[in-house]
């Protein structure tokens, strides 16, 4: 049978016309049940992400709720073990790196901490500094370093 008469066929067939799309508008297909896996994963990683570092502000501010924060972590880390045991495994040794670089010392300020930057708001310091030195003008020799941190 030649194309042509399939393509005749289908355009006068009933009076629904056979269209997958409208202009203007996307055709989102439906999520499969892995993509909903791997969208609840990706959530569970964020919590998990942001959790860590609420542990590492309050333990570096020696703060009380501290293991009331991290008993939330480690129930955040048991829900990604029970979805996905090889993704947990994959990521586990480099949550714990990373959670212990979260840390600082409760005599230093540090920009990354919301506890460190409302201690310096309500203390009028500025944890932020100037704007790295336009290094194109000849002599700027200046290094940058956003990470350092300042001493309270
Ligand atoms: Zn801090």
Redesign the pocket.
Known sequence: MPAHTTTQRISTSGSQPLTLAVPGQRFTAPKTEAQHRRDHLDRLLGVRSQLARLVA?RR??RMDDETDVFSQQLAVEGAIHDLDLTTYEERWPSWVEADVTLE?E?T???SW????RA?ATRSGVNLLRPEPPDTTHEGATQSWDPSESVAA
């Open positions: 502000e570096s501010h600082h409760p230093t300020l540090v901490c919301s506890l460190c201690v």
